[in-house]
């Protein structure tokens, strides 16, 4: 439409009901694909889709979604047997009816995860059960969702394996099982490997957890694409997460992407620019998704770690953001 018609037609369309104001000047997903990436992306869900402005301020202002907690173990697969889809599917259809792509989260994970699945002692039975799980669960959005965190927060802080009922069981065979399942279960999904506190360059979880690992289980060929950094980030560590992104790229993965990025507030009004700075220098990293859209959403609003604030207004960091991707 011409710019001159827009201006005429502009005061009918605020005054339009149905026309919901951008409530940003500018899409982040948008100022990040100029920039060669494939979106900025938020958490959300079913609950929250239909609460408020969400719904208007994902649509407008990111690229891709990931389910916060509808695609868990315990969410989908209460009992044995028993699948329940409803709030996963609702979230699938919300996001591929407006061409947003989705980050599945998460296949194997000791937390949230059934009750059922956390009792099984036997390891035939329990490979069994992984590749049912991540089967029936890719089987169902083939082709939909993009990215997979297909295993979740698997290492201790010191880079070891953390105790659960998947390395109790299987050691760290789970790896290969659950990626081979997931590649045999759709071919096109990039397979993720997701972490918290891999936030510092020299930290151990980072150099002899997950980057001395993901290298020995690429050269067995395990099927691993990408390495998601959680970024669950206090004040005034940004700069150490964009340097923490060149390091996981460097395990020799495909790509890397932010996951599930929160700062909570504090002086450094520069950390969310930070890290997107960090992403746009390293060409294995693909995209940042944020945890949440409204810091009172946050599942630490303590510290008000989002880009918009209880009004549906975007803050500071948001224009931060903005300002880093417009130059
Ligand atoms: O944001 C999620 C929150 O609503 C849930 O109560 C919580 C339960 O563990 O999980 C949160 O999301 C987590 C994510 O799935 C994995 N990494 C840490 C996230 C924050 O706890």
Same mark, same amino acid.
């Given at each position: 439409m011409k710019a001159s018609l827009l201006f005429l037609l502009a005061p009918f369309a605020a005054a339009a009901p149905t026309v919901e104001p951008r409530q940003a000047a500018q899409s982040i997903d948008a100022l990040i694909k100029a920039k060669g990436k494939e979106y900025f992306g938020t958490c959300t869900d079913q609950r929250l889709l239909q609460t408020g402005r969400n719904a208007a301020i994902i649509e407008a202002n990111f690229g891709s979604v990931t389910p916060e907690n509808s695609m868990k173990w315990e969410s989908l697969n209460p009992q044995r047997g028993v699948y329940t889809w409803g709030q996963a599917d609702y979230l699938v259809n919300w996001a591929t009816q407006r061409n947003k792509t989705i980050r599945g989260h +998460? !296949? @194997? =994970?000791?937390?949230? !995860?059934?009750g059922w699945v956390r009792n099984i002692n036997n390891r035939n039975e329990l490979i069994g059960v992984i590749e049912n799980h991540i089967k029936t669960v890719m089987d169902r959005y083939k082709g939909k969702i993009?990215? =997979? *965190? @297909?295993? %979740? $927060?698997? /290492? %201790? $802080? *010191?880079g070891s394996l953390r105790p659960s009922v998947f390395s109790n069981v299987l050691r760290d065979e789970f790896v290969g099982i659950a990626f081979r399942a997931a590649r045999a279960a759709d071919p096109s999904a990039k397979l993720y490997i997701n972490d918290y506190n891999? *936030?510092?360059?020299?930290?151990a979880k980072v150099t002899r957890g997950m980057v001395d690992n993901v290298r020995r289980w690429l050269s067995q060929g395990i099927p691993i694409d990408g390495i998601g950094t959680q970024g669950h980030l206090q004040a005034g560590q940004g700069a150490g997460l964009a340097q923490t992104i060149r390091v996981l790229a460097g395990s020799g993965v495909k790509e890397v992407a932010v996951t599930e990025l929160d700062i909570q507030q504090? +002086? %450094?009004?520069q950390d969310y620019a930070n890290v997107v700075r960090g992403c746009l220098d390293e060409p294995k990293c693909v995209g940042i998704t944020v945890w949440g859209v409204r810091d009172q959403d946050s599942w630490r609003p303590q510290g008000n770690? !989002? !880009? /918009?604030d209880g009004n549906y207004n975007p803050k500071a960091n948001y224009n931060s953001i903005v300002q880093l991707l417009s130059r």
């Open positions: +998460t !296949l @194997v =994970w000791h937390s949230q !995860l059934a993009y990215h =997979w *965190d @297909v295993i %979740n $927060e698997m /290492f %201790n $802080e *010191d891999l *936030d510092q360059p020299g930290y504090g +002086t %450094n009004t770690p !989002l !880009l /918009f």
